[in-house]
């Protein structure tokens, strides 16, 4: 009996001793030596939308700047909340963040509630600001439709078969496209969801709907080709990149005005020294002009330099922003 319980006392000190040094998920690694191996930015749709392509540039130059390897971890599907998702429930190491968007935070919380089963407020670490798009009302090159006026006149003859593509249900795409019918005279087409931004501009180069709300920096590219149309653009003033692209409000759609930002973001709980070292390198970034030009001729225009509290709130203040959008639109989103 007594060499059995200097046994268990033995085995028990071992297990408390075991406990005592195994570090939690987040602390497994010192600050200080962050990062030590390869970091990923997680996008929520398929390449060639707009958070692929920010992810992209500014993962070339995080690679240089933190002299560790950053790949771009794509996993499309329920307007990036399966993206999200995943980086809730990741380790809050710093290894694993997410370039997020107005879909899988503003508007699918709310809009689609089953497949965003994560708080865009409380299950995140808001990083730092990146840039923002603004959508882009566009047809397909081998539709008659020359101007607004004449798809609006379109869709209200052709009602009952008249549709429009987006990059994924209760996605930015849904949402621009259901303001402007909202906003052009309540009117309707049917939603065709791709996986996607650039899914949707494949299928709208080969007419396979009537029209698309694009993230401008998704379309850009077509736009160029001739692949696609752009009618008028839901921004507050006039974009360089398509500079005679007259503004939403101009044809008499007030309060129309729409971009798809993009956000560094990571799972809750990340030790404050990484979330700083993560925010200083994305600042150092979006200031440097060759990365601005790049991001500029892609369609995103990058944001002044924010701190993580800065990022905090201004994710914050869009999220309330998309709820007043949403509760005009009704259940628009969910048909």
Do not use: C
């Amino acid at each position: 009996m007594t060499r059995f319980l200097g046994r268990a006392a033995s085995a028990l000190a071992l297990l408390v001793a075991a406990t005592m040094v195994t570090p939690t998920p987040a602390l497994a690694q010192s600050p200080d030596k962050y990062p030590d191996k390869p970091i990923t930015i997680t996008v929520g749709f398929a390449p060639g939308g707009t958070s692929d392509v920010a992810a992209r540039i500014l993962a070339e130059r995080l690679s240089q700047s933190l002299k560790t390897t950053v790949l771009v971890d794509n996993k499309p599907g329920a307007a990036g909340s399966i993206a999200a998702t995943a980086t809730a429930r990741a380790t809050p190491d710093g290894y694993k963040i997410m370039l997020s968007d107005p879909g899988a935070f503003a508007i699918n919380p709310i809009a689609m509630p089953q497949n965003a089963r994560y708080d865009p407020l409380t299950d995140f670490t808001p990083i730092a600001l990146v840039g923002q798009s603004p959508l882009v009302l566009v047809v397909p090159s081998n539709r008659p439709f020359t101007t607004a006026k004449a798809l609006n006149d379109h869709l209200k003859a052709n009602a009952s078969t008249a549709n429009y593509a987006s990059s994924g249900s209760a996605g930015i795409s849904q949402f621009g496209a259901e303001v402007y019918l909202k906003r052009a005279g309540d009117l309707s087409a049917l939603h065709v969801p791709y996986r996607g931004g650039a899914p949707m501009m494949e299928a709208l180069a080969k007419g396979e709907t009537d029209f698309g709300v694009a993230v401008l920096a998704s379309a850009m590219t077509m736009i160029e080709a001739g692949q696609v149309r752009p009618l008028a653009l839901a921004a507050p003033s006039a974009t360089p990149a398509v500079a005679k692209v007259p503004l939403l409000e101009q044809l008499g759609l007030p309060g129309a005005t729409m971009t798809s930002w993009v956000i560094m973001i990571g799972p809750r709980g990340m030790p404050p020294e990484i979330v700083d070292r993560l925010n200083k390198a994305i600042n150092d970034a979006i200031a440097d002009p060759v990365v601005q030009e790049r991001l500029l001729k892609a369609g995103i225009e990058t944001y002044k330099p924010a701190t993580p509290a800065e990022t905090g709130s201004y994710l914050k203040q869009e999220v309330e922003r998309y709820k007043a959008y949403q509760s005009e639109l009704g259940d628009r989103l969910t048909k």
